[in-house]
């Protein structure tokens, strides 16, 4: 279950930011200023106070937390695809698109699009461990995941009540949050390092 919430809320994330940023990149001008003034007002705001606020006001439960998380996430990809594509639109093949003719949806989806690709990637990978704790500490706090789901956060905040009796209840999901959350950024640091060029690193650290 934990898995499975937090990879929806990068898939949600990464379809939301991915497009603004490759549009506020690309084009420029006024819309590129709104949508990154939008954007600086959401990364503004603590994530997590501000996932808490939202799924306060709607309710507790999976659904909630999993739209409250994906509105907090959009902004870290919009920001990572910005920055990529304001440089890749400055490269000489993007000119010579331009020059032949090519429009704007071509030469974003066949030149910036592609090229943005190995960021994604590596800061989806890496972003997944985050939002399995981010999701398992909204659990734990109550509005997230309810019992009797099976949600890592929530069976810890279960479990504490059994302590130090009944210890394993708490320590094994905790001790599964960990594992995972290492993994996925041990992965994340290996697709770095095989797929992002020297720049991107830069960029991602």
Do not use: C
């Not at 699009?113 to 500490?137: F, H, R």
């Not at 949050?177 to 095989?194: H, K, M, S, Y």
Request: zero cysteines; charged letters at 10%.
């Amino acid at each position: 279950m934990s898995l499975q919430i937090a990879l929806i809320i990068i898939i949600v994330a990464t379809i939301i930011g991915v497009p603004l940023g490759l549009v506020a990149g690309y084009m420029g001008g006024w819309l590129e200023e709104v949508i990154m003034r939008l954007t600086d007002i959401f990364l503004a705001v603590p994530g997590i106070v501000l996932a808490i606020a939202i799924v306060a006001s709607l309710g507790p439960g999976i659904g909630n937390s999993m739209l409250a998380l994906s509105i907090v996430w959009w902004p870290g990809y919009v920001r990572l695809v910005h920055g990529r594509s304001k440089a890749i639109s400055e490269n000489t093949y993007v000119e010579a698109s331009r020059a032949i003719g090519a429009g704007k949806t071509r030469i974003i989806f066949t030149h910036i699009l592609p090229n943005t690709a190995s960021p994604i990637i590596v800061k989806m990978s890496m972003d997944v461990g985050m939002a399995i704790l981010t999701a398992a500490s909204l659990g734990f706090i109550g509005i997230g995941a309810q019992p009797p789901t099976p949600e890592w956060g929530a069976m810890i905040s279960e479990g504490r009540g059994y302590l130090p009796t009944w210890w394993w209840s708490a320590v094994f999901p905790g001790l599964a949050i960990w594992f995972t959350v290492l993994g996925f950024n041990l992965l994340g640091d290996g697709l770095r390092d095989a797929l992002a060029p020297r720049s991107v690193r830069q960029i991602l650290q």
